[in-house]
């Protein structure tokens, strides 16, 4: 089994931070539908603006919202208008056919500006 990129959402816009939450990342539901995630899947969040790199897991915030929320510890490693890359994972056989992912463009308000599968 080999580790592939499932999808990418790409330069997101931290919207609210919370130290005091459990921990993760709470994303828009629309956003999550958009890339396929689940909720509690895990996810890693690249932070473009300070280069800080982490790994928690997606819960669902309020569709159509635009919030990128981060959570519990994280909250240190992002600042609210810091623009982040969130991605998830997926595992394939090696010699198995390997899907394309889903590659999620946002706009300033995080909300969906394009959706295309990586060629």
Sequence with gaps: MIEILK????RAT???????YEGSITIDRNLMDAA?????EAVEVYNITFGTR?????IEGRRGSGLIC?????????SVG???????F???????ERPEPVIILVDSKNK????????
Excluded: C, M, P, W
Excluded at 15 to 20: K, N, Q
Excluded at 36 to 40: D, N, S, T, W
Excluded at 70 to 78: D, E, Q, V, Y
């Design 7 to 10: 999808s990418k959402i790409h």
């Design 14 to 20: 931290v919207t609210e931070t919370s130290l005091d």
């Design 36 to 40: 396929g995630l689940v909720q509690y």
């Design 54 to 58: 982490f790994k928690t897991y997606a």
């Design 70 to 78: 981060i959570n519990g510890a994280a909250a240190r490693l992002a």
């Design 82 to 88: 810091d623009l982040v890359i969130v991605v998830s």
């Design 90 to 96: 997926r595992f394939v056989d090696e010699d198995a």
């Design 112 to 119: 969906v500006v394009r959706k295309s599968r990586k060629k």
